[in-house]
């Protein structure tokens, strides 16, 4: 059985830049791209796209200033 994505990340239809996160039952406005996602065989260095797949975190910011420090394994 193939592993749930722990983070979901839908793109807007009316913006390309838009999209909604869901993540451990929450959703979030955040931004992609700025011209949007594209396959990821179709992305391009430099073209402004977010591209689609599943990808695994190597690591993580927060911002101190907006949130508590977040648990890490």
């Known amino acids: 059985m193939k592993k749930r994505p722990a983070i979901i990340v839908t793109p ?7 999209a909604k996160l ?4 929450k959703t979030y406005e955040c931004v992609i791209g700025r011209e949007g996602a ?3 065989q179709d992305k391009m260095e430099g073209d402004w796209k977010t591209p689609i ?5 190597l690591r993580g910011f927060y ?3 907006r949130l508590t420090k977040p648990k890490t394994s």
């Open 12 to 18: 807007s239809s009316l913006q390309p830049h838009s």
């Open 22 to 25: 869901r993540a451990n039952g």
């Open 38 to 40: 594209v396959a990821e």
């Open 53 to 57: 797949g599943e990808y695994r975190f």
């Open 63 to 65: 911002r101190a200033d």
